[in-house]
């Protein structure tokens, strides 16, 4: 691979974690007040690595 296809991978790869950020952050704008901190860490991790990808 050429460095150039690299930086396509890289922003590709920033690009989607945006969107995986932002769907968990609107969940817990959901869950704010009404769940555990622990709770919301499971989601988290859950979301983003089962649900989103």
Same mark, same amino acid.
């Given at each position: 691979?050429?460095? =150039?296809?690299?930086?396509?991978? $890289?922003?590709?790869?920033?690009?989607?974690?945006?969107?995986?950020?932002?769907? &968990?952050?609107?969940? =817990?704008?959901?869950?704010?007040? $009404?769940?555990?901190?622990?709770?919301?860490?499971?989601?988290?991790?859950?979301? &983003?690595?089962?649900?989103?990808?």
């Amino acid at each position: 691979m050429s460095p =150039s296809d690299h930086a396509v991978l $890289r922003t590709d790869w920033f690009f989607q974690f945006t969107f995986a950020a932002t769907a &968990t952050t609107i969940i =817990s704008g959901a869950l704010a007040g $009404r769940c555990r901190f622990t709770c919301y860490v499971l989601w988290s991790i859950y979301c &983003t690595s089962w649900v989103y990808p």
